[in-house]
């Protein structure tokens, strides 16, 4: 006679790294919605098999899926993120265990000596989220990646009514793959050098993307895959691509920002005057001489010579300022021009450059014969030895005096009598 024994069911239920799990979870609570209409978008789904817990976030417009290794089986569940970390913080334990039990469902959390019962959502409401990327590729190293992201955000439109430069241009062509960002007052462009490029066109990363990506990638150093899936029109109108971005074990997803970034190239000037000057030196001093501005004159005037560099600032409220420090003109123009700019621009802009010296690249102011002012032309800066970074800064109007100092080789043989001496510092 043959006794049949019967086999015991699955476990339902996963046993993982307390921290490795908190660690996800903190990830995904920089994309679920912290206030929304739509309550399922505030949970984080789970579901674990095949030695994989999936962890999933989305507000609607943002997608993670993340993965872990797992012991056991999870039905899928989707439970508040928020309140799950608040319960795997309190833990001491080095393990979790996660279960569902009960109807209506319940996710268990056993840390310890304590028990937790979490209340979950309706499944059948969390929006769908991807877990693979889809169409044609970028892959680019972690840590490059993180480096023109962390730099090109500075320069992202904070003006969310200016949808199309609020985010990063991905561009790539037959000169190579680089990102842009710009805010009408700045702009700089950042090439990719380590990259295998499949992808060519445009696409531009929305803010939100930017950032996550980021933060998901400060401690990584592996090959990444930046893919970008297009969609046309019946008629063949482009339409806003799907974007990815995969990692070790995660994926974001979203879609890019439906707009036309502006062709930033016909506001590159060309190269003209060259200036090296100290980097950190000039970082230093300008941080001091930037005191002295105000909130009605935000602006610090930039002296360019031979051998200095001469920067001054002054308000109503706040007194003066100047200082004085070697430079050395490398040629390509005029060896004197006086400008001005924005100094926390200029000083975010020397912060992201990693050479020693900085090269400030620009033209001999312009006359303007119909009111007789004296026109500021956009500075390039950029490394002396370094392909990194290239910045384009915007003048501001000092209001300097129609004289051949002021205008250099552009003065005009028939100056306006009425030369213009007042403008505002915007």
């Not at 380590?194 to 445009?202: A, W």
């Amino acid at each position: 006679m043959t006794i049949a024994v019967a086999s015991a069911p699955p476990v339902v239920g996963v046993t993982l790294d307390r921290k490795g799990l908190l660690s996800v979870l903190e990830r995904a609570q920089a994309v679920v919605a912290t206030r929304s209409c739509k309550p399922i978008l505030t949970g984080v789904r789970l579901s674990g098999r095949a030695g994989r817990l999936a962890v999933q976030a989305t507000d609607g417009e943002v997608a993670l899926h993340a993965e872990l290794t797992v012991e056991g089986l999870l039905p899928p569940v989707v439970v508040p993120c928020g309140e799950l970390i608040r319960r795997l913080r309190a833990s001491k334990d080095p393990h979790t265990v996660l279960s569902v039990r009960g109807r209506p469902p319940r996710l268990i959390v056993n840390g310890g000596r304590v028990e937790h019962a979490l209340y979950t959502f309706p499944l059948d409401d969390f929006p769908p989220v991807s877990d693979r990327w889809q169409g044609e590729k970028v892959v680019v190293a972690a840590e490059e990646l993180h480096r023109a992201l962390s730099v090109t955000s500075c320069a992202m439109a904070r003006d969310t009514t200016r949808y199309a430069i609020n985010g990063v241009l991905l561009e790539s062509d037959e000169q190579g793959c680089r990102v842009v960002a710009t805010d009408g007052h700045r702009l700089v462009t950042v090439e990719l050098t380590q990259v295998d490029v499949r992808f060519k066109g445009q696409a531009i990363l929305p803010a939100r993307l930017v950032k996550l990506v980021e933060k998901l990638t400060a401690d990584e150093d592996v090959p990444l895959v930046l893919a970008v899936q297009g969609h046309t029109t019946d008629k063949g109108d482009k339409l806003p691509a799907d974007l990815f971005v995969a990692g070790p074990r995660w994926l974001v997803a979203c879609q890019e920002v439906d707009g036309r970034f502006p062709v930033y190239r016909d506001v590159v000037p060309a190269s003209a005057s060259r200036f090296a000057v100290d980097r950190r030196l000039l970082a230093e001093t300008l941080r001091q001489v930037m005191l002295a501005t105000g909130d009605c004159s935000r602006a610090v005037a930039v002296s360019l010579r031979p051998r200095s560099l001469e920067l001054s600032a002054s308000s109503a409220e706040s007194g003066s300022a100047s200082a004085k420090l070697p430079a050395r003109f490398l040629g390509g123009g005029d060896s004197v021009i006086h400008t001005g700019f924005n100094p926390e621009f200029l000083l975010e802009a020397l912060r992201t450059l990693p050479d020693k010296r900085v090269i400030v690249d620009l033209a001999q102011n312009g006359y303007a014969k119909v009111d007789g002012s004296v026109v500021g032309r956009p500075a390039l800066l950029y490394g002396e030895d370094h392909p990194g970074p290239h910045w384009v800064l915007m003048p501001i109007t000092m209001g300097f005096a129609a004289t051949r100092d002021y205008l250099g080789s552009n003065f005009p043989e028939e100056p306006a009598t009425e030369p213009a001496v007042v403008a505002s510092a915007g």
